[in-house]
């Protein structure tokens, strides 16, 4: 008999490894991919029960996790379905609904541009491709690019009496923005500065407003990662009565400042793919490709296909509470 649900507490090990099963790896490799996934759940306090598995005759073939960020924000994995495509679309709807009914309004899936199992899978459980995010780096050993910038600038540092400023700024540079515009209209701007501030470890030394003619023109938040050497640059955005100005190389250049006062080795940063004006901009300044991402998104702004009154939001949220009770 197959039965899909949410994972017991004695089964959290159980679903973790189906769920982080690679056949390309051997075994002693995919251990250490477990005790790395593991120690990342610790250090980032991820709850590991959040796990839907699908069960034949007692025994786990599948299961899928999300985890829930600040913000309102949750990201999905799944493990590999190729044979058990119809009981993952289930699995993945009845996720969906359970990180609705705990407070995520919006759910990403990262894949490999290749994996086209999981992401038809996705598809069918309510998720839409986004588009493809091209993950970038940098070292910081390479000298600045000689390039010219707008000179009679100021910068403006974070602090909580600019919070509302720089919530305004973000959010106007979001205006006709080409990366992933449509997510515009997905999140509030305060869950958009929760998210921000939870991409890492949040210090506000390092996000930062351009001035021009002593009016905001673009906005840079920066991001430790927690392996101490690399900075992420979270975002970089011009204000839509500023750009054409060359202001994106201004920005550019205090992030690479702000990566050199932190002490760290590299930036690194995600583009959308059919961004081209950033992206010859990162070109110039000598970012290198690492690897590109398919983004797949639910929201809980869409409407939800419900085969069956399990598959409620209502009934996921009444359930929420005891869930996990074996």
């Not at 119809?86 to 490999?112: I, M, N, P």
């Not at 959010?171 to 515009?184: A, G, H, V």
């Not at 011009?238 to 201004?250: L, M, S």
């Not at 990566?259 to 070109?283: C, K, T």
Request: proline share 2%; hydrophobic share 40%.
């Amino acid at each position: 008999m197959l039965e899909i649900r949410a994972v017991k507490h004695n089964e959290v090990d159980r679903a973790l490894t189906v769920l982080l099963s690679d056949t390309k790896l051997d075994n002693s490799k995919q251990m250490d991919k477990i005790v790395a996934f593991k120690d990342l759940s610790q250090r980032e306090d991820y709850d590991l029960s959040r796990q839907i598995v699908a069960c034949q005759d007692g025994k786990i073939i599948y299961s899928c996790l999300f985890v829930a960020k600040e913000g309102g924000t949750g990201f999905v994995l799944s493990s590999d379905c190729s044979p058990l495509r119809e009981y993952a679309v289930q699995a993945l709807r009845k996720l969906s609904l359970w990180a609705f009914a705990q407070g995520c309004t919006l759910l990403q899936v990262l894949l490999d541009s290749n994996d086209s199992v999981r992401r038809d899978i996705c598809l069918h459980a309510g998720f839409r491709c986004l588009t493809d995010l091209i993950y970038l780096k940098r070292s910081l050993s390479i000298k600045n690019p000689i390039v010219s910038v707008e000179s009679m600038v100021e910068w403006i540092g974070y602090s909580e009496q600019h919070y509302e400023l720089f919530k305004k700024i973000i959010m106007k540079t979001y205006i006709q923005s080409l990366d992933c515009p449509e997510m515009e209209d997905l999140r509030d701007m305060e869950d958009v500065m929760k998210s921000h501030r939870a991409a890492g470890k949040f210090d506000p030394r390092w996000w930062r407003l351009l001035l021009w003619n002593d009016q905001p023109a673009g906005v840079l938040l920066m991001t430790p990662l927690s392996c101490g050497t690399i900075m992420e640059l979270t975002y970089m955005g011009v204000c839509p009565d500023t750009r054409g100005r060359g202001f994106g190389k201004n920005i550019l250049i205090e992030a690479l400042q702000c990566g050199r006062e932190y002490g760290a080795s590299s930036i690194v940063l995600a583009v959308d793919r059919r961004n081209h004006f950033a992206r010859d901009l990162y070109r110039t300044f000598q970012f290198e490709e690492l690897f590109c991402r398919v983004v797949l998104i639910n929201s809980v702004r869409w409407p939800q296909s419900a085969e069956s009154e399990e598959y409620s939001v209502d009934t996921m949220r009444e359930k929420s509470d005891y869930i996990h009770r074996d």
